[in-house]
Structure formats: structure tokens, C-alpha cells
């Protein structure tokens, strides 16, 4: 597992940044030190050599950094592992596999540290990669590609966009953003390789362009959040054992707002009583939400702009002191200092530029 946060030993965290490097402005992976007091970031050290790290994850144990190098429809994508350094931010190359598909643009692993999975946005496929002992990646993937009426009403390849495990490791949950499918797999870590059930599958159908994009588990595992990406809605669904019970829709668009919008990252507050999400294109914001202690649904709090264009992703840190916003079009990371009784957000003076931010991940 990884390190428990405290007050006084995890004043200082890693947080990586996972960026675009097509455009130019940026190198590849960015390791900065943030202090959860003061609120600021200082750069640690970056890591060349790989291109579009769009998304990142960490080992448990935080000794490992895996990450997609993204690519279109024409290119396979590609997983890297890395050897990670705490104290001095390094990250040294150990290995890398195809991603099983192309445009992949999530990973994440189970929290025994056995697998990682990616979702290719491309070719509408999922990947589990098992992790070796060295923290090596070996190259005996299980790839399932999803098929079905794409947005543009053809049948073909869909828009996988997200494949994260659920709280109990029993599951693996992925989003399918074409079909507006979310389908559950059973998941046996203890299989060398191909661990995934592919006959047993639980499918959870939303309204017809939906498009669901990330997702997350509420602390006490009880509740699962969905963002969708198309219709603005997130989706609440009570959790037990692999199953999903659909509980709640709210939306995160204005009432009466007719402009253009794209929902994207979704994250609840380490004390689970507060769930955000972030809209992109002509709102560029954060939205706030309550979350009933009782039952899990979602009550409107307040929006805050996010500092700049388009929040690809955010993250809160360890303390709940502060969330973390990376604007992908205006290159830049905002620091919103966060009330953690009434969930609320004010933008500090903290701003770093970073070229084409699209992932953050504290490693704690």
C-alpha cells in the first residue's frame, strides 16, 4: 500500500503531471513537490523521452509510474513502465507494450498491484497488462474490443475512455462513450494473465448519447459516480459486488445554458462528503456538489470558473485542503484553496505553466 497521510509527515507530496507533447510546449512527464500548508508547487523533475503521456497511475506501493503514450486511429498506442524515486522525482525506463489498440487515453491498475488496464479511445478496446515482479510490464495482453453504432450512426469501433477497478478489486468497470454502455467484468488478479471474465458481464445501458466518460467510488465503497461527457449528467449508482443499481441523474450544465459544453474529470473529497466535476469548451469550470451521507445522492452547491481553458483534469490533495486544476488551452495549473465544511472553492495566487496539462496524480 501506499504511504498513510499525515498532518505532520505529508506536509510535502509528488504530484505528476501528464501532458501533450505534439503541440510543442511540453517535454513529457512533470514531477512537482506540493506543500499542502502553504498551497504551492515547486518543481522537482521531468521525465523526456515519451510522447502524449496523457495519462498516468502509480503502483500502490508508489515505486512505479505506468503511462499511455496516446496516439490517433492510424497508430497503436503504447503502455511504459517506469521506476519511480520519491525524494529526487526520477523516473527511470523499465520497459514498454503495445496498448492493444489505439488512442489510449486511460490507465489505472488494481490495488493489489497486479495489472494495469488501459482504454483505447481509438479502437474502442480495453487492455489488461500484467504487472511482473520488477514492476516490468509483460507483453501477454488480454485486448476486448467493443463494436457496436458509433456517434456518427455506423457500426464500427468505439470510444473507450475509461477502465478503473472497483474498491472491493472484484470488477473491472469500463466506459464506452460511443455506445453510452458501461460494462462490469469480473476481475481474478490471481491468473498469470487474462484476468478478465468475458462471458459473466454485468452491461448498464444509459440514455442514447450520454457518453460516459471517468468515473468514481464514493470512501465508504457503497456508491459509484459517473460523469457523462455528451449530455452533462452524472450518473449515481448504488454498488454492491460487481453490480451497479442506478440511483440518481443531475446535471452540471446551467440552467437554460444552450452553448457547447463537454463534461470530463469527476472526484470526491477524501472526507466523502463533497463530489466535483469539471466542464469543458465554453464553461470551463468546476462544479460543486453535496453528497448525502445518508444515501449518496448529489444536491447543486455552487460552479467556479477554472482558471483558465479547458479543465481536462483536476485532482483534490491528501490534506482536502485544495484542488488542483489543469487547464489543457491556456497551458497552466490553478491551485483553488477548498472549504471543507462547505465545499467551496477560491482561486489562490498559486499558477504554474506547464505545456498542454491533461493529468494530475498525487503520489502519496
Not at 456517434?151 to 474498491?167: D, F, I
Request: glycine share 10%; net charge negative; charged share 20%.
Amino acid at each position: 500500500m501506499g504511504a498513510t497521510f499525515t498532518d505532520q509527515a505529508q506536509e510535502k507530496v509528488n504530484l505528476l503531471i501528464g501532458t501533450y507533447t505534439d503541440s510543442g510546449d511540453s517535454e513529457g512527464i512533470y514531477v512537482y513537490t506540493f506543500d499542502s500548508d502553504s498551497g504551492t508547487l515547486t518543481y522537482k523533475n521531468k521525465l523526456t523521452g515519451i510522447d502524449n503521456p496523457s495519462f498516468l497511475t502509480l503502483s500502490p506501493d508508489l515505486k512505479h509510474v505506468y503511462a499511455v503514450s496516446e496516439w490517433g486511429k492510424d497508430s497503436t498506442g503504447t503502455v511504459y513502465a517506469y521506476n519511480f524515486d520519491q525524494e529526487s522525482g526520477e523516473m527511470k525506463f523499465l520497459n514498454k507494450v503495445s496498448s492493444g489498440g489505439n488512442g489510449p487515453c486511460y490507465i489505472s491498475t488494481d490495488p493489489t498491484g497486479s495489472y494495469v488496464f488501459t482504454a483505447n479511445y481509438g479502437s474502442g478496446s480495453l487492455v489488461a497488462i500484467p504487472i511482473l515482479e520488477d514492476g516490468s510490464l509483460n507483453n501477454e495482453i488480454q485486448a476486448i474490443y467493443h463494436k457496436g453504432n458509433t456517434l456518427n450512426g455506423k457500426e464500427g469501433a468505439t470510444r473507450m475512455h475509461a477502465a478503473a477497478v472497483s474498491p472491493d478489486n472484484s470488477t473491472l468497470f469500463v466506459t464506452n462513450l460511443g455506445t453510452s454502455k458501461i460494462t462490469g467484468y469480473p476481475l481474478n488478479v490471481n491468473r498469470e494473465s487474462f484476468p478478465l471474465d468475458t462471458t459473466n458481464l454485468s452491461i448498464f445501458s444509459l440514455p442514447e448519447n450520454s457518453g460516459p466518460r471517468h468515473f468514481t467510488f464514493h470512501p465508504n465503497e457503497q456508491y459509484a459516480y459517473f460523469i457523462n461527457e455528451l449530455n452533462g449528467d452524472i450518473t449515481l449508482f448504488d454498488y454492491e459486488k460487481g453490480l451497479l443499481k442506478e440511483k440518481q441523474q443531475i446535471s452540471i450544465v446551467p440552467d437554460g445554458f444552450t452553448g457547447k459544453f463537454a463534461a470530463a474529470d469527476i472526484h470526491i473529497s477524501p472526507d466523502g462528503k463533497f463530489l466535483y466535476g469539471s466542464n469543458r469548451l465554453e464553461l470551463n469550470e468546476i462544479v460543486i456538489f453535496k453528497i448525502d451521507q445518508n444515501n449518496g445522492k448529489l444536491s447543486y452547491v455552487d460552479r467556479q470558473p477554472s482558471g483558465g481553458e479547458t479543465p481536462r483534469s483536476f485532482a483534490i490533495d491528501p490534506s482536502g485542503k485544495f484542488l488542483l486544476v489543469a487547464n489543457q488551452n491556456t497551458n497552466d495549473i490553478t491551485v483553488f484553496l477548498r472549504d471543507q465544511e462547505t465545499g467551496l472553492l477560491s482561486e489562490t495566487s498559486e499558477k504554474i505553466s506547464i505545456g498542454k496539462p491533461v493529468c494530475l496524480k498525487f503520489a502519496y
